[in-house]
């Protein structure tokens, strides 16, 4: 079946190191999007991707990174110069940018992050 | 600017009675899109419906179904005989353009749906 696959599911990171969650999609999509989600502040978008090897910063981009070398994967960092990094994020794909919004979003089921 | 607002952060109610989860949106587009999403606790969102500017009859899908009023810029979403198997958080959603070369989805903030047995 296709869908997005997101590992691992639950990551702790000790302060001032950098963790990446791995985003990885067989639908052949050419969009994928990586959004966090605080309690009572909904979603809110990091990074998006049209296409391989470009990227375009979301609301919230600071203190994370990503790369996009293949279709089928959208790998986000979360560095040590992110100052609150504990939430619950979810990667999301559609067919192409131009009709994300005619299609809607698949989405991974998510992973959650802890600072200890 | 474009925004949804969900004014509705927790709502609990007790199976078998009917439940409507409001979502109001603001933007300047003349065309754009809406979206329901169930979030369960497994976390994954799951796509409900989708409803272009253009089409505004309602909607009915078993026991879902959606109000779209756009004079009121309103997309409410209504459980009939709401299951406990319906206790999720629900987003709604708006569609964004840039000069129509990248679109993306504006989500509100949640509600919190609870159904006791």
């Known amino acids: 079946d296709g869908g997005i696959t997101q590992s691992p599911k639950y990551l702790f990171r000790k302060e001032g190191q950098n963790v990446t969650l791995s985003c990885e999609q067989n639908?052949?999509?050419?969009?994928m999007y990586w959004y966090r989600q605080d309690p009572g502040q909904g979603l809110r978008l990091i990074y998006y991707?049209?296409?391989?090897?470009?990227?375009q910063k979301g609301d919230i981009a600071e203190g994370y990174s990503v790369s996009r070398e293949k279709k089928e994967s959208f790998p986000l960092t979360v560095t040590s110069a992110q100052k609150n990094p504990t939430a619950f994020y979810l990667c999301a794909s559609s067919i192409d940018a131009r009709h994300g919004s005619t299609y809607g979003y698949t989405f991974g089921s998510g992973t959650r992050l802890t600072v200890v | 600017a474009q925004k949804v607002t969900q004014a509705q952060t927790e709502i609990s109610v007790v199976e078998k009675e009917d439940v409507t989860l409001d979502c109001v949106y603001e933007t300047r587009d003349t065309t754009y899109y809406l979206f329901w999403y169930k979030q369960p606790p497994s976390g994954e969102l799951v796509f409900l419906i989708r409803?272009?500017?253009?089409?505004?009859q309602n909607e009915i899908s078993g026991r879902y179904s959606w109000n779209f009023q756009k004079s009121t810029s309103s997309f409410n979403f209504t459980i009939t005989a709401s299951q406990v198997v319906d206790s999720a958080v629900y987003f709604c959603a708006l569609s964004e353009a840039y000069g129509g070369a990248t679109n993306k989805l504006i989500f509100g903030t949640g509600t919190l749906l609870a159904v006791q047995p």
């Open positions: 991707s049209q296409i391989v090897n470009d990227f």
């Open positions: 409803r272009n500017s253009f089409d505004e």
């Open positions: 639908l052949n999509h050419d969009a």
